[in-house]
Every structure is written in C-alpha cells, then in structure tokens.
C-alpha cells in the first residue's frame, strides 16, 4: 500500500468554481500534515498546514481526519492562478526513520 | 523574505562523472534535506541534515551520495559517480527547529546525465 495517496487528477474547473481534493495516508503515528502546491518545473510551496480542528486561510480550507487517515482541501472561488500541482504531504516514520512523504500530487486546471 | 537558494539551476554531466549540488539554506534554520523528483514523479526524500550529521536517509541515498556542510552557509549534495538514471530535479530544502516543521524548498537543480 503507497503512503500517501490523492485523487489521480487531472482537474479541470471553470473560474469560480469550488473544488475539493483528496489525500489519504497509510501510517498512523503520522503528526503533521500540510498542503504544498507545485507550478510546472518549479519548487514545491507550502500552501498550508493542517490542523486536527481544521483549518482556513482565504478561499483555502483544509480538514483532517485522523481517525480515517485523510486529508483534504477545499478550495472555493478558483482563480486562474490556482491552476498547479497540489501535495499532500505527511510527516511520517518509516524504516528509515521519520521524513516527509509526498503524494503523488494532483492537478488542477483553471479554465477562463 | 528570506529564501533557500540552490546552484547550478542546471547541470549537465556524462555518465561517470562527479557532480556536487549546492543550496544555501535559509540562515537561521537547522534542519536541511535533499529531494528528487524524477520527471512527471512524485518528490522523493533522500537525506536530512542535522548538527553537522546525517539524521535520517532513504533507501535512495544509497553509497554513491554524499552530503556535507563545508562551513556555516553551504549544503551540498555529491552524487559520486553519476548514472542515467540520476537524472532528475534535486531539492534543498530547510526548517527551522524539528523535523516535523514546515520545510521551505529552494528552487532546485536540474540534473541531466547523459
């Protein structure tokens, strides 16, 4: 089973839409837990982290639920430049010790 | 706003070769990290850094990896004897007390091994 898994994408929106995205993660013992997006060929950026109580910045809301292992971001209002390659990322221990496992990212596009 | 710088943006090497990536890391930070991120896959971890040691390491960062801090600024990234598929975007990334913070990524350098 792949640690962290999301909605396999891609998305495609119309400008002010509402969108949501999935993630789920395979390691209980995991303690953080944050949404980064990622444009074509660049860096990934932190979008937010996210909280047990649940969390909201702007048009962004991000939930957890720790007892079903998911996470998800709700994005309301899309604009154009929301359209990038969104991570679910999860602090998590492994074999090798404790790191950030990435999703596999899923994609959005806004459409004019 | 304070920023993770890396460089090149972009190597090109042979087969073989010896490559060092450098990334500068956000100053205050303690924690340091190298990804990859192979093309149209996922971002891989290969290595954190702390206290001038290695702290964790994936099954990636296998013997032909390297990774020092020369002196209070630089973390590099030393892939010995470079293969095909090395080939890939490699991150520096920092956070600033533990490794469950937010790590912030630099921009990072395109590897081409031909």
């Known amino acids: 089973r792949k640690e962290v898994e999301q909605d396999p994408g891609p998305f495609n929106v119309p400008e002010g839409a509402t969108v949501a995205f999935n993630c789920t993660y395979s390691?209980?013992?995991?303690?953080?837990f944050f949404w980064y997006r990622q444009d074509c060929r660049k860096e990934p950026k932190l979008l937010m982290s996210?909280?047990?109580s649940g969390n909201e910045d702007g048009r962004f809301t991000a939930q957890l639920n720790r007892a079903s292992q998911y996470i998800s971001l709700l994005i309301r209002d899309s604009k154009l430049s929301d359209s990038a390659t969104y991570l679910c990322?999860?602090?998590?221990?492994?074999?090798?010790?404790?790191?950030?496992?990435f999703g596999p990212g899923t994609r959005l596009s806004v459409l004019p | 706003e304070p920023e993770v710088t890396q460089t090149p943006s972009h190597q090109v090497t042979q087969m073989g070769q010896e490559v060092i990536l450098r990334c500068v890391p956000i100053?205050?930070?303690?924690?340091f990290y190298w990804y990859r991120q192979i093309l149209g896959q996922k971002v891989e971890f290969l290595v954190s850094?702390?206290?001038?040691?290695?702290?964790?390491k994936s099954e990636i960062f296998d013997d032909q990896f390297s990774v020092e801090r020369p002196d209070g600024s630089n973390f590099t990234l030393k892939i010995r004897s470079t293969k095909l598929e090395d080939s890939a975007m490699y991150f520096c990334?920092?956070?600033?007390?533990?490794?469950?913070?937010?790590?912030?990524f630099g921009p990072g350098t395109r590897l081409l091994v031909l």
């Open positions: 850094f702390y206290n001038n040691e290695i702290s964790e």
């Open positions: 996210v909280y047990s």
């Open positions: 100053s205050n930070h303690l924690y």
């Open positions: 990322v999860v602090n998590s221990e492994d074999n090798y010790g404790q790191n950030f496992v």
């Open positions: 990334a920092s956070s600033p007390t533990d490794a469950e913070e937010t790590q912030y």
């Open positions: 390691n209980s013992a995991s303690q953080s």
